[in-house]
């Protein structure tokens, strides 16, 4: 019964701790401490937009993975990466984040009350609209394409990251 009961205690102490961790880091770091961002991160450091990304927020990151930047002509991506590209690349970046915290929850009660569709603003001032219907929740942005919402509501200490399959463009 004693081993029950430190065995229940040690899961939940990790568990929490685990828990607690997590909400100890910024979206940068979170984005920084999984593989599949890597790309994204590069691009952040890129941009110069670490520092503001790691403030006070709270941001709604919607965050393209690897496979997701895959899409885009090798040439291109490397071309944005280049220091005399930065102000595009800030402004494709910054198409990717909504001030204020935006939960998976909150963005399905805005796409009730919208009936399917709500239009958002981004950090750099953009607008892009997220829709939702019978296969999933989608950004749409300013081009007409779509990003399908793949996972949500990874919470960091100065908002949430929600993954994305496509790179959005401003």
């Known amino acids: ?42 691009a952040v450091k890129a941009a110069g937009l670490v520092e503001a990304l790691k403030g006070e927020g709270p ?23 280049k220091s005399e590209n930065k ?12 001030k204020g915290k935006l939960t998976a929850k909150d963005v399905v009660a805005a796409l009730k009350k919208g009936k399917g569709k709500v239009t958002l603003t981004t ?3 953009s ?9 999933g929740i989608w950004l749409k942005d300013a081009n007409g394409n779509y990003s399908m919402i793949s996972k949500t509501d990874i919470m960091a200490s100065n908002g949430v990251i929600h993954v994305i399959d496509s790179v959005v463009m401003p």
């Open 59 to 81: 941001f709604t990151v919607f965050a393209p993975t690897n496979d997701a930047f895959a899409k885009i002509d090798a040439n291109t991506l490397g071309a944005l990466l």
């Open 123 to 125: 950090l750099g001032g």
């Open 87 to 98: 102000s595009k690349l800030t402004s494709i970046l910054t198409y990717h984040v909504i």
């Open 1 to 42: 019964m004693k081993k029950l009961i430190l065995t229940i205690t040690t899961a939940a102490l990790i568990l929490f701790s685990a828990k607690t961790n997590a909400q100890n880091q910024d979206v940068v770091d979170i984005a920084a401490s999984n593989k599949s961002f890597s790309t994204l991160v590069t």
């Open 127 to 135: 607008k892009i609209t997220v829709v939702q219907n019978d296969k």
